[in-house]
């Protein structure tokens, strides 16, 4: 068995998944237990599911044009990016991957919104 390390947290890849972030590529799939929250490498249990861990690479080509940057601070990474209406935002997180990740949630989070 993989002893697998991923780059965030399968709580951020679920809500990746829920928001349609495309479940194929170079990344990972792994299994999640949608109760306990909790991975396993060996599936075929009830209330398990498909969650695939993206790249960096993949997280900010889907967050598309309105990614700005990526910069480290210290311990810290932020990414920045801007609405279609220019209102800019700003995500803190510990890894660069969990930052952009951060990132398009609240890009498609505020696309929905404005679509309303």
């Excluded at 709580?11 to 590529?25: H, I, M, N, S």
Aim: charged residues 35%; proline residues 2%; contains cysteine.
């Amino acid at each position: 068995m993989k002893n697998t390390k991923h780059i965030i947290s399968l709580k951020l890849a679920k809500q990746l998944k829920d928001v349609g972030f495309t479940q194929e590529g170079d990344g990972e799939m792994v299994k999640y237990d949608c109760e306990m929250k909790e991975q396993f490498l060996i599936a075929e249990n009830t209330g398990v599911e498909d969650i695939y861990i993206p790249t960096l690479s993949e997280l900010i080509e889907e967050c598309g044009e309105e990614f700005d940057e990526l910069v480290r601070l210290s311990e810290e990474w932020i990414a920045r990016g801007n609405y279609s209406n220019n209102d800019g935002i700003k995500v803190f997180a510990k890894t660069p991957e969990e930052a952009v990740a951060k990132l398009y949630l609240k890009l498609n989070d505020k696309q929905t919104k404005t679509k309303e």
